[in-house]
């Protein structure tokens, strides 16, 4: 393909970030940008080819490294009761379902023939086959499109945990902190204790914190953008489910915490979780009033440490707030803890529906109106409340706290 044709592919790509939005990610693009991402996803693999590159799918994926499989979690069934609105009883918020999750696995390459490498993005390459091991390999069309040097470290083990160049907290806490988690249960200690990890780093602190609790030093993690890191051998492992995260791995990940963060005093703290971006909560003040008379802590929305978040999340009975990325902390909670729920009416993931009970939290929802079809283009929905009528509902909420 001609410099200038890569060139111009390339400036798509970064104009209307697409490279990141091949997922459900993008909110705001035109409507010209989003038929062209559409375009790219769709012919991102014949592009590839062009380029001499090849995407696995994830069942091709999971056949290329079936030989290097050291560890597997079986597929799991799960029962998801349906829940209805706190308030309006006869309001479905969720109706019941039966999930299935795909397996997850780790893998121990042995790049015995110096043929696998790992891309900018993190994804791992063997031969000309790019695996798909998160959600979706396009992304490396841009690796492809504008590659650029880096520097080269050496490494006995590496762990590529990550092959994309977006996410948040609670991204990096299911998809790939608990990976690490599995990786690091799946390895012997000495293999561990020795191998670095790479992917495209978020630069955050909770990121640093959170790889220090699972036991890499700074010397021992390198950015994939910066850093090609040769290897003698390379652990990858899957995320089979975006909604459902494997619970095993959510397990994993608060042993590893529970572990490594200092024993809080059992307390009965009932806390509100506000927001300070996107979705905020219309009528709040009032709501707020209220809840302070009912002992309700009132926690803004500031920035804190994977340590304080989970001091706070330990020490609840009960937890109310709109939905948000904070829930995440909910894997620090106590068995026990109750969970209630805010959305806005067009907008209601279902991640903590599913991660409460498998926590043992009871779990309760509320939408002020007519519930409308969720979907990810209402993600900036404020949340209205009816103080009112939500306070009326309260004491049952709180019956068993």
């Known amino acids: 393909m001609p410099d200038h044709t890569l060139s111009l592919f390339h400036h798509l790509l970064v104009r209307h970030s697409l490279f990141h939005s091949f997922a459900i990610r993008s909110f705001t693009l035109s409507p010209f940008a989003l038929y062209l991402r559409e375009a790219l996803k769709s012919h991102s693999g014949g592009l590839l080819r062009l380029l001499g590159r090849r995407l696995l799918t994830k069942d091709e994926t999971e056949a290329r490294m079936l030989p290097y499989q050291i560890y597997a979690?079986?597929?799991?069934?799960?029962?998801?009761?349906?829940?209805?609105?706190?308030?309006?009883?006869?309001?479905?918020?969720?109706?019941?379902?039966?999930?299935?999750t795909a397996p997850d696995f780790v893998w121990r390459y042995p790049n015995t023939d110096r043929q696998?490498?790992?891309?900018?993005?993190?994804?791992?390459?063997?031969?000309?086959?790019?695996?798909?091991?998160?959600?979706?390999?396009?992304?490396?069309?841009?690796?492809?499109?504008?590659?650029?040097?880096?520097?080269?470290?050496?490494?006995?083990?590496?762990?590529?945990?990550?092959?994309?160049?977006?996410?948040?907290y609670f991204d990096y806490l299911l998809f790939i902190a608990a990976k690490l988690c599995r990786i690091k249960q799946a390895l012997p200690?000495?293999?561990?204790?020795?191998?670095?990890?790479?992917?495209?780093?978020?630069?955050?602190?909770?990121?640093?914190?959170?790889?220090?609790?699972?036991?890499?030093?700074?010397?021992?993690?390198?950015d994939t953008r910066k850093v090609d890191v040769q290897f003698d051998e390379c652990v990858v492992a899957n995320n089979s489910s975006w909604f459902y995260p494997s619970f095993a791995d959510v397990q994993c990940l608060k042993r590893n915490a529970d572990a490594y963060m200092s024993p809080q005093p059992t307390a009965d703290r009932r806390l509100y979780i506000r927001r300070a971006g996107r979705r905020r909560v219309i009528y709040e003040e009032p709501l707020l009033e209220r809840l302070r008379a009912y002992g309700f802590e009132i926690i803004d929305d500031l920035p804190r440490s994977v340590a304080e978040q989970y001091a706070l999340y330990s020490s609840a009975s009960v937890v109310v707030g709109p939905h948000?990325?904070?829930?995440?902390?909910?894997?620090?909670?106590?068995?026990?803890?109750?969970?209630?729920?805010?959305?806005?009416?067009?907008?209601?993931?279902?991640?903590?529906?599913?991660?409460?009970?498998?926590?043992?939290?009871?779990?309760?929802?509320?939408?002020?109106?007519?519930?409308?079809?969720?979907?990810?283009?209402?993600?900036?929905?404020?949340?209205?409340?009816?103080?009112?009528e939500l306070m009326q509902r309260l004491d049952v909420l709180l019956a068993t706290v």
């Not at 799991?76 to 308030?87: C, M, P, Q, R, Y």
């Not at 204790?193 to 700074?218: C, K, N, Q, W």
């Not at 909910?330 to 903590?352: D, S, V």
Request: proline share 7%.
């Open 73 to 100: 979690i079986p597929k799991v069934v799960t029962n998801l009761e349906a829940v209805v609105d706190l308030v309006q009883t006869d309001k479905v918020m969720f109706d019941h379902k039966r999930e299935v």
């Open 116 to 168: 696998a490498g790992l891309l900018r993005c993190g994804a791992l390459r063997i031969g000309q086959s790019i695996l798909n091991t998160d959600f979706g390999n396009s992304v490396v069309l841009q690796d492809r499109l504008r590659p650029t040097r880096r520097r080269v470290v050496q490494a006995d083990v590496l762990i590529a945990p990550w092959s994309h160049y977006w996410g948040g």
């Open 189 to 222: 200690p000495d293999v561990f204790g020795r191998a670095v990890v790479a992917y495209p780093l978020f630069h955050t602190d909770f990121e640093r914190e959170l790889l220090h609790m699972i036991g890499f030093s700074d010397d021992r993690i390198y």
């Open 324 to 388: 948000g990325a904070s829930f995440a902390n909910i894997l620090w909670c106590r068995p026990g803890t109750r969970l209630f729920e805010l959305f806005p009416a067009g907008y209601m993931p279902e991640y903590f529906r599913y991660l409460a009970p498998k926590l043992s939290m009871p779990y309760a929802a509320y939408c002020h109106g007519p519930v409308q079809e969720s979907h990810h283009s209402n993600v900036d929905q404020n949340v209205v409340v009816d103080p009112d």
